[in-house]
């Protein structure tokens, strides 16, 4: 019913930016959170950034100050810009979002096919 589709990711040096996109396409009524999770090889998948329908948002510490999450909620659409990038930054980025609705049926815990992003001189 929904599909999550990014985009944005790639090679950046360190100390680079990178803005990432996450489009949920189908016939949507309203999304709850959306998130962007990280993950790399040999290690758990973790949240890196969410933001409410009410803009509310919640970013792991170790990108606090470096990234910032957002949402067109007309465009059905989250954005991750991702400045400063580490090496450790390093990883597949997946968009999630956690409850979705359309006129006749609900969706939850939704994942992308995730994008890669290397950041390495």
């Known amino acids: 019913q929904v599909q999550l589709v990014e985009s944005g990711g790639g090679l950046v040096q360190p100390g680079g930016s990178l803005r990432l996109s996450c489009a949920a396409s189908?016939?949507?009524?309203?999304?709850?959170?959306m998130g962007w999770y990280r993950q790399v090889p040999g290690k758990q998948r973790e949240l890196v950034a969410a933001i409410t329908s009410g803009g509310s948002t919640n970013y792991a510490d170790s990108v606090k100050g470096r990234f910032t999450i957002s949402r067109d909620n007309a465009k059905n659409t989250v954005y991750l810009q991702m400045n400063s990038l580490k090496p450790e930054d390093t990883a597949v980025y997946y968009c999630?979002?956690?409850?979705?609705?359309?006129?006749?049926?609900?969706?939850?815990?939704?994942w992308g096919q995730g994008t890669q992003v290397t950041v390495s001189s």
């Open positions: 189908g016939r949507i009524v309203s999304i709850n959170t």
């Open positions: 999630n979002v956690d409850r979705v609705r359309g006129f006749t049926w609900v969706e939850t815990n939704v």
